[in-house]
C-alpha cells in the first residue's frame, strides 16, 4: 500500500496524521519495507522516538501495516 492510501484510509477512519513523533501520538504504523530494512541495530528516527517515549508512557503502539489494516476492518 502506498503511503498516500494509507494516510487517505486511516484519515476515513478518525485518525489525524501527523509526520513526526511526539507524546501525543497513539500509533506509529511501520511499512514492510522499513521492517525489513530496519533491523535491531538500525531504526528509523521516528521508531527510535516512538520506542523512547514508550519508556516513559507506553501509550504508544508500533504497529506493521497487516495490523492497522486488521483493526480497520
Given at each position: 500500500m502506498k503511503r498516500e492510501e494509507a494516510i487517505e484510509l486511516a484519515i476515513e477512519n478518525g485518525a489525524r496524521i501527523q509526520n513526526f513523533v511526539t507524546e501525543e501520538t497513539d500509533i506509529l504504523v511501520l511499512a514492510p519495507r522499513?521492517?525489513?530494512?530496519?533491523?535491531?541495530?538500525?531504526?528509523?528516527?521516528?521508531?527510535i522516538k516512538a520506542e523512547e517515549l514508550r519508556k516513559k508512557s507506553d501509550k504508544i503502539r508500533i504497529i506493521s501495516e497487516k495490523e492497522f489494516l486488521r483493526k480497520l476492518i
Amino acid at each position: 500500500m502506498k503511503r498516500e492510501e494509507a494516510i487517505e484510509l486511516a484519515i476515513e477512519n478518525g485518525a489525524r496524521i501527523q509526520n513526526f513523533v511526539t507524546e501525543e501520538t497513539d500509533i506509529l504504523v511501520l511499512a514492510p519495507r522499513q521492517l525489513d530494512i530496519f533491523g535491531a541495530d538500525v531504526r528509523s528516527r521516528k521508531l527510535i522516538k516512538a520506542e523512547e517515549l514508550r519508556k516513559k508512557s507506553d501509550k504508544i503502539r508500533i504497529i506493521s501495516e497487516k495490523e492497522f489494516l486488521r483493526k480497520l476492518i
